[in-house]
């Protein structure tokens, strides 16, 4: 199974400062159709999972531009440019290129300083 | 609104069944992969179970392999999970949700709890 390992588990940020999480998994997410599957969920408290990003790079419609994603082969970043209150929550990366299983990575709690 | 509903939830004892139920609306349902993911309190999202657009192929995570069942009903645009021999593990929220990695949006119901304990 593809393990997807986040770092950092906690991101305490102060308002209006950037943040960034990383995302590594243990065999590259690269499919043989070219594309690779590599998602960033977003959760808030109390809340049901919302995807952010989609293959990597793709931002969801309604999803602020201050969320951007980069990254290729088994390395990936999920980056907001200015934290903002409602950013609060936790961040999943998930891979869907071996599958199954599709597989997340275990979450970064970002709360505000 | 595209909007998916999930049902079914509740309090079983070890070794019940329970049959969850995920009600698709507001868009076209048939065609898309549909998924199974848990969360168990406190932890984090792990993916339980899926079926392609027509029921014809399944995948389940080993850890409810035997025990679960995913089907789908396209003509009542309902998606389902047929819980069996539940364990304490089991305890969690389970959200359905589509087709993880299609351009037009990736919806999640809003969960349905199941607790298994005696």
């Known amino acids: 199974d593809v393990v997807l390992t986040q770092s950092p588990l906690s991101l305490p940020v102060t308002l209006g400062q950037p943040a960034s999480i990383s995302c590594r998994s243990s065999?590259?997410?690269?499919?043989?159709?070219?594309?690779?599957?590599l998602n960033w969920f977003q959760q808030r408290p109390g809340q049901s999972p919302r995807r952010l990003i989609y293959?990597?790079?793709n931002r969801d419609s309604g999803v602020p531009d201050r969320f951007s994603g980069s990254g290729s082969g088994t390395d990936f970043t999920l980056k907001i440019s200015r934290v903002e209150a409602e950013d609060v929550g936790v961040y999943y990366c998930m891979q869907g290129t071996q599958w199954p299983p599709w597989t997340f990575g275990q979450g970064t709690k970002v709360e505000i300083k | 609104e595209v909007q998916l509903v999930e049902s079914g939830g509740g309090l079983v004892q070890p070794g019940g069944s329970l049959r969850l139920s995920c009600a698709a609306s507001?868009?076209?349902?048939?065609?898309?992969?549909m998924h199974w993911v848990r969360q168990a309190p406190g932890k984090g999202l792990v993916w339980v179970a899926g079926i392609n657009s027509d029921g014809s192929g399944t995948r389940y995570a080993d850890s409810v392999k035997g025990r679960f069942t995913i089907s789908r009903d396209n003509a009542k645009n309902t998606l389902y999970l047929q819980m069996d021999s539940l364990r304490a593990e089991d305890t969690a929220v389970y959200y359905c949700?589509?087709?993880?990695?299609?351009?037009?949006?990736?919806?999640w119901g809003q969960g349905t709890l199941v607790t298994v304990s005696s």
């Open positions: 507001g868009f076209t349902f048939s065609p898309y992969w």
């Open positions: 293959k990597v790079s």
């Open positions: 949700a589509r087709h993880f990695f299609g351009s037009s949006g990736c919806p």
């Open positions: 065999q590259s997410l690269v499919h043989s159709d070219g594309n690779t599957y």
